[in-house]
């Protein structure tokens, strides 16, 4: 199992960080080098809610993915299951923390993967950790402006 941890100090409140975070067309458009998302539920994200998510890029383009939100703790966690959708994809945890700080929020991407771990240890941990920090850069960049 394999697993990647980014974060990073946005000046945001949690509840205004949580709120873009957990919206689909503000995630797609931060990720869109990566993954595209779609709700499969419906109503606002919570616990329950499902999505189907698609790979974008090279590396990971014809991996699938369901997603089912496992734990939800609105402004402040949420967890959710990738349940990999087909013989390409892998299962994976992603864990989104969001944390009070004195200049605004520390959101902090967690990932725990399933994978090889010859191709981990050659170049999918580096490449994870690296699409997420540059996400998380990004939305610190939004939220800044």
Do not use: C
Not at 12 to 40: C, I
Not at 43 to 62: D, E, F, I, Q, R
Not at 112 to 141: C, F, G, P, Q, V
């Amino acid at each position: 199992m394999g697993k990647v941890t980014a974060s990073i100090e946005i000046n945001a409140s949690p509840e205004k960080v949580f709120a873009f975070a957990t919206d689909m067309e503000n995630m797609n458009d931060l990720a869109k080098e990566w993954t595209e998302g779609k709700m499969t539920s419906d109503g606002p994200v919570g616990l329950g809610s499902t999505a189907h998510y698609v790979g974008m890029h090279k590396y990971n383009k014809g991996e699938e993915w369901n997603v089912e939100v496992t734990e939800f703790t609105r402004n402040k966690s949420l967890t959710m299951f990738l349940k990999g959708a087909n013989k390409h994809s892998n299962d994976q945890t992603n864990y989104y923390a969001f944390e009070p700080t004195s200049k605004g929020t520390k959101m902090t991407i967690t990932m725990d993967y399933k994978m090889n771990k010859l191709i981990d240890a050659l170049a999918a941990h580096r490449m994870i950790e690296k699409a997420n920090r540059e996400t998380l850069e990004k939305l610190k960049k939004i939220l800044e402006t």
